[in-house]
């Protein structure tokens, strides 16, 4: 699946009639803008828009390399904002939270929309859902993400041991396309060998000397909150690598949209979803006549297969450049070409037959192999480094728990060899409780707040462990994460649909809306 056939212009009349309907008055409360590539504009030899249109209930705007913030062709311009630094310190997030589209901002607009439209598989229409539309009969959170805009676009950015300088907390920012070509460096690949890739290396807070270099990441660790946390005593292990390194108090910025599968990929290979691409957790696959749902239990381990021709992962990157060195990929799903790796064990399992079926994403054999996934895993109940009330209030928070139980005692046991040559000189190690928590209650509510402590517990267990048989002052770590989030507001329902229907349905012209908010013309909804 790494071909992917050429981009299929939609029809223009349906194209101008669904942006007329996504864009009145009345749906402003539920979608904040909408984004597709100018038709009259085409595309570069490979295939990414020469410009890209913007727009919300108000105006219009024209985004392309001579104008990346956009420049107004209609009535006001739909991007109030383009400040990576927007709401900035904190308090001004907490003063101002789930922000109305008049009071947001959108950073990095053009290269981030002009990569996601790159790849064939992303929609016609890019919708972009308000900060506050609450939509769980969609499958909707009251905590999400997903969206252009700032905060659930920032992910926080620390780095911390050999080699970084003690800053403390820095006003600048990122984007998690550096995060590969920093890890990569950091580890001994030339930067020659990275100069093609969307991000770079932020040679400018660390600097090389590292004998481990470890990367970690929290899914859905809101930035805002982890540090002031930490600034309190409440995330006690975070607090001890800021006190050896820094953080931007910008984080970085994910790429569009703001989703899990999308920036996994997007940290860990230095390129954009146009390049890598997975362009959502949920798309419609024109060439393969089929919906594709990587961010499913049946699909984790098949990631590798959605990526385009061309693309290298930071394991693949360390592997060319020292070849032999093992490096590790612990319940992470950007993987290909870790020398240990949790999801190449799922496929040794289920090649041999040892495993249930997964089957296809989201139908009952998925949901089985689910079951049988948390059969094998660590009792989050036995374990004084969760929290048990919230395993009994959110039945993902206690399965996420255990995944991040048994990747505690995965990157331990990598750890533990005897031999410092059999040690990883890469570990990557993925946590995913944060997201569960913030999903079921937002930014600062207890429960997404109780993800973050329950993190940090395992994290300063690792820790303990690496000071433990002396390594630790030996290590180089960055914490990140894949998305901000931002908290819903209950009263703040309703559905474009409608809207698209009445526009759309006369014409003859069937139309497909993934996510929602991934809008394909042409293509019927029940194809």
């Not at 071909?3 to 194209?15: F, G, I, K, N």
């Not at 090649?351 to 079951?371: K, W, Y």
């Not at 989030?485 to 809306?513: C, I, N, Q």
């Amino acid at each position: 699946m790494s071909q992917t056939s050429a981009h299929v212009a939609p029809d223009r009349r349906a194209l101008d009639v669904a942006v007329r309907a996504l864009t009145a008055p009345d749906l402003a409360p539920i979608l904040d803008l909408v984004a597709w590539p100018d038709p009259d504009a085409g595309r570069d030899d490979s295939g990414r828009p020469r410009a890209v249109l913007v727009a919300d209930h108000g105006g219009t705007a024209r985004l392309d390399a001579d104008h990346p913030d956009g420049l107004v062709i209609a009535g006001r311009h739909p991007l109030p904002s383009t400040d990576p630094m927007a709401f900035l310190p904190y308090a001004d997030e907490v003063a101002n939270p789930s922000p109305d589209h008049d009071d947001n901002a959108y950073p990095f607009p053009w290269s981030r929309l002009a990569s996601f439209f790159t790849d064939p598989r992303s929609p016609d229409v890019a919708i972009v859902h308000t900060a506050k539309h609450w939509f769980p009969e969609q499958g909707g959170h009251l905590g999400e993400h997903g969206s252009l805009d700032v905060i659930q676009s920032r992910a926080p950015f620390l780095l911390s041991g050999a080699g970084v300088a003690r800053r403390g907390i820095v006003d600048d920012h990122a984007r998690l396309v550096d995060v590969m070509p920093t890890l990569a460096w950091l580890a001994g690949v030339e930067p020659e060998a990275l100069g093609d890739l969307d991000g770079v290396v932020r040679s400018d807070l660390v600097g090389r000397g590292a004998t481990y270099v470890v990367g970690l990441l929290w899914d859905g660790g809101h930035p805002g909150s982890l540090l002031d946390l930490a600034a309190r005593g409440e995330l006690p292990a975070v607090a001890r690598l800021l006190e050896r390194g820094c953080a931007l108090s910008g984080g970085a910025v994910a790429e569009f949209p703001s989703l899990t599968l999308v920036n996994h990929t997007s940290m860990l290979t230095g390129v954009g979803p146009g390049r890598h691409g997975v362009v959502g957790n949920v798309y419609w696959d024109r060439a393969a006549d089929r919906r594709v749902v990587p961010n499913d239990a049946a699909t984790w381990h098949l990631t590798s297969e959605l990526y385009r021709d061309g693309v290298t992962t930071l394991f693949e990157a360390v592997d060319r450049a020292r070849p032999g060195v093992r490096t590790a990929s612990v319940n992470e799903m950007t993987e290909r070409g870790s020398w240990a790796s949790t999801f190449a064990l799922v496929r040794a399992a289920l090649s041999s037959g040892e495993a249930v079926d997964p089957g296809q994403a989201e139908s009952a054999e998925s949901r089985d192999f689910l079951s049988a996934v948390r059969s094998l895993l660590p009792d989050p109940y036995a374990s004084d480094l969760v929290s048990h009330e919230r395993c009994r209030s959110d039945d993902d928070y206690a399965f996420y728990s255990g995944i991040d139980l048994l990747g505690l005692s995965t990157v331990i046991g990598l750890f533990s060899a005897a031999d410092p040559a059999d040690r990883p000189v890469v570990t990557w190690w993925s946590q995913y409780t944060t997201d569960a928590g913030h999903h079921a209650g937002g930014p600062r509510s207890p429960i997404g707040l109780d993800g973050l402590r329950d993190c940090d517990r395992r994290l300063g267990a690792f820790l303990d462990h690496l000071e433990s048989i002396g390594v630790l002052d030996d290590a180089v770590f960055l914490v990140t994460a894949d998305h901000g989030f931002e908290t819903a507001e209950e009263s703040v329902r309703g559905s474009w649909s409608p809207a698209l229907a009445a526009a759309l349905d006369p014409l003859g012209v069937p139309w497909r809306d993934e996510g929602p908010g991934f809008l394909y013309l042409g293509v019927a909804p029940d194809a």
